[in-house]
C-alpha cells in the first residue's frame, strides 16, 4: 500500500511520517510523484482546508492521500493568526527567520503569551474521507530557545502546557504526545489501522 503525505514543507512531512511510520505502507511525497501543483488553501476552517487539500492531491495522483491544515491561535492578538497563520505578518514568501522575528516583535509588548496550535489531518482514498483534530495549549516564550526547524519556526517560541521546554527542543516521544499535528495523525493512524486490520 502507498500512501502520498501531501505537503511541500519538509519538517511537516518528517513530523507526519514520524507518527504514521507504525503503519504498515509505503509513504511518498509530492516530489516523490512529480507533483508540483499547488493547492490553494481556501475554507472556513483548518478541517475545511485539509480536507480540500487531501481530495485535490487525491485527484492528481490516484493514491490514498493525506494532508493537514495547522496553525496557532493566540489569545492576545485573536483573529490576526489561525488560518492564515504562515500567510500573516512577514507573509508566505519571508524566510522562517523573517516571519519569526516579525512575529516575535509583534508580541513584545503582550503580557498575555497564551496560544492553542490546532491541527486538522485529513485522509482521502476514493471515496472514503475521514478529518480528525488535533489541539495543544501552552504559551510563546520571550524569545527563540532551540534553533529553527525548516518550515515550522514557532516550534521554537512555543512551550506547551506540562512541558519546560518549547516543541523543538523535546524529544521525539514527548512531541508525539504533545503536538498538535501527532495529536490529529494519531487519531488517523488509529483510524487506518481499524480499516486495514489485516496491515
Same mark, same amino acid.
Given at each position: 500500500?502507498?500512501?502520498?503525505?501531501?505537503?511541500?514543507?519538509?519538517?511537516?512531512?518528517?513530523?507526519?511520517?514520524?507518527?504514521?511510520?507504525?503503519?504498515?505502507?509505503?509513504?511518498?511525497?509530492?516530489?516523490?510523484? =512529480?507533483?508540483?501543483?499547488?493547492?490553494?488553501? +481556501? =475554507?472556513?476552517?483548518?478541517?475545511?482546508?485539509?480536507?480540500?487539500?487531501?481530495?485535490?492531491?487525491?485527484?492528481?495522483?490516484?493514491?490514498?492521500?493525506?494532508?493537514?491544515?495547522?496553525?496557532?491561535?493566540?489569545?492576545?492578538?485573536?483573529?490576526?493568526?489561525?488560518?492564515?497563520?504562515?500567510? /500573516?505578518?512577514? =507573509?508566505?514568501?519571508?524566510?522562517?527567520?523573517? /516571519?519569526?522575528?516579525?512575529?516575535?516583535?509583534?508580541?513584545?509588548?503582550?503580557?498575555?503569551?497564551?496560544?492553542?496550535?490546532?491541527?486538522?489531518?485529513?485522509?482521502?482514498?476514493?471515496?472514503?474521507?475521514?478529518?480528525?483534530?488535533?489541539?495543544?495549549?501552552?504559551?510563546?516564550?520571550?524569545?527563540?530557545?532551540?534553533?529553527?526547524?525548516? =518550515?515550522?519556526?514557532?516550534?521554537?517560541?512555543?512551550?506547551?502546557?506540562?512541558?519546560?521546554? +518549547?516543541?523543538?527542543?523535546?524529544?521525539?516521544?514527548?512531541?508525539?504526545?504533545?503536538?498538535?499535528?501527532?495529536?490529529?495523525?494519531?487519531?488517523?493512524?488509529?483510524?487506518?489501522?481499524?480499516?486495514?486490520?489485516?496491515?
Amino acid at each position: 500500500m502507498k500512501i502520498l503525505i501531501a505537503t511541500t514543507n519538509r519538517g511537516k512531512f518528517k513530523g507526519i511520517l514520524e507518527t504514521l511510520q507504525t503503519f504498515d505502507a509505503e509513504f511518498v511525497s509530492l516530489e516523490d510523484v =512529480g507533483i508540483t501543483a499547488d493547492f490553494e488553501e +481556501v =475554507g472556513e476552517s483548518f478541517a475545511e482546508i485539509a480536507l480540500g487539500k487531501a481530495r485535490f492531491y487525491h485527484g492528481l495522483s490516484g493514491l490514498p492521500t493525506v494532508a493537514d491544515d495547522s496553525g496557532i491561535i493566540v489569545d492576545a492578538i485573536a483573529g490576526e493568526l489561525g488560518l492564515k497563520t504562515r500567510r /500573516w505578518g512577514a =507573509g508566505a514568501s519571508a524566510s522562517d527567520e523573517e /516571519w519569526l522575528r516579525f512575529f516575535m516583535e509583534r508580541m513584545e509588548s503582550e503580557s498575555n503569551r497564551a496560544a492553542e496550535f490546532v491541527c486538522a489531518a485529513a485522509y482521502v482514498s476514493g471515496n472514503l474521507e475521514q478529518v480528525f483534530e488535533g489541539r495543544t495549549r501552552g504559551v510563546i516564550t520571550a524569545e527563540a530557545e532551540a534553533p529553527l526547524y525548516a =518550515g515550522i519556526p514557532l516550534s521554537s517560541v512555543f512551550k506547551p502546557e506540562g512541558y519546560d521546554r +518549547v516543541y523543538m527542543a523535546l524529544s521525539t516521544e514527548e512531541k508525539q504526545d504533545a503536538s498538535h499535528r501527532a495529536k490529529g495523525f494519531c487519531q488517523l493512524l488509529n483510524f487506518l489501522k481499524q480499516a486495514n486490520p489485516h496491515q
